[in-house]
């Protein structure tokens, strides 16, 4: 499973001032083995009823002639609002033959599930969320039980495309450059009416497939995350232990979990058990993301000792080397220029910043919201307010 997969799997939630890219915790259990599902690509879609309409006008019927993207949202979820900027430009691009409609669902595990909160978050989105928008009732979740259980998808943000002939046309997530049927090529081809739906099959089964290990993962993860949200760091690394115990190869799984709570009761054994799990890595890429992921832990903590922040640094530095303009670039460059910060190096960290956002102005996944963060945060580095590890 690629980086954004597992990115939107988990819907990390991005904090970008503070460079916290935690997953969240409140998934429901997974319960029995998933069945097959009993929607699929090339089924005819179900009715989006009832639902509570938020903007725009109610799309009662899907009609003939016409492509419909039904995208699936929360709005604790950091992976669905990098979702919405995609969203709009789609929709502006094919304003007239083609419809977008958000539906908010899952509303109940991380915020205010009320028509009150999801309105007033829509508003504030402007140009980033210009669509058709809708909520689900958060307690029957009846529109996320036909849609998205019943096509066997859990993770948002997910997108169903309604081709011409008003049939499912694709079902996955629309911010992963990864897939095996890209989101983009999707909505080309339904706007065309020359959907490939072997392809958009093979997707909807590898997804289904990860959905399944998804949430039996969470089911396991469930009482690590408990210890982690009430801030008992022994017990993370009890549950840890008893989860590498259960299944060795869940060891990377856990590793960011045990180096926040090592980091929390002795940050000389924390930074040793980075560099021996570092050394280790099964091959280059493990060891690429393990280092990015030991950065950003270390990064995203402000009391740590500047020696902690420069062995981050010894650890980031080299992935970054040749530069890229993805995503993945951006964030590193982020927590990069975080680094610096805390070290009081102000010029290097407006530096390193100022090329994280030059990525970010060519990116349509970038919020708005997002970059306003990003402008925050360049503006405390210019500041030369001092972050400096004691």
Known sequence: MGTVIRVALLCLTVSLAGLAYEANANIVEAGPAAAAPSLV???????????????????????????????????????????????????????????????????????????????????????????????DDPVKKIIFTTWMRAAGMYAIPTAFIVGLDGRLAYIGI?????????????????????????????????????MTHYLLDRELMTPLDGAMERKDYRAVLLEADRIVA??????????????????????????????KSHSSAENAEVASVMADTIASVIANRPDLSRHAYKVALSYLEPTLAPKGSDFNTMLSLMTLARLHHRLGDSQRAVKVHEEAIHIARGRSDVSAEMMSILQKTLAEYRSGATDKAP
């Open 41 to 135: 690509i090339g089924d005819a879609p179900p009715p989006l009823a009832p639902l509570t309409w938020i903007k725009g006008s109610p799309v009662e019927t899907f009609e003939r002639d016409h492509v419909y993207v039904v995208a699936f949202f929360a709005t604790w979820c950091g992976a669905s609002r990098q979702s919405m900027p995609v969203l709009s430009e789609v929709a502006r691009r094919h304003k007239g033959k083609l419809t977008v409609i958000g539906v908010n669902v899952r509303q109940s595990e991380h915020g205010e599930a009320t028509v009150d909160a999801v309105t007033r978050f829509v508003q504030e989105r402007g140009r980033d969320m210009e669509y058709t928008v809708a909520m």
């Open 174 to 210: 629309p911010i992963d450059p990864d897939a095996s049927f890209g989101f983009d090529t999707a909505i080309e081809q339904a706007v065309a009416g020359t959907s490939d739906l072997t392809a958009a099959r093979q997707l909807q089964a590898e997804l289904a497939e990860q």
């Open 246 to 275: 259960r299944d060795p190869d869940r060891q990377g799984r856990v590793f960011a979990d045990r180096l926040i709570a090592m980091l929390h009761l002795d940050e000389a054994a924390a930074l040793a058990f980075a560099r």
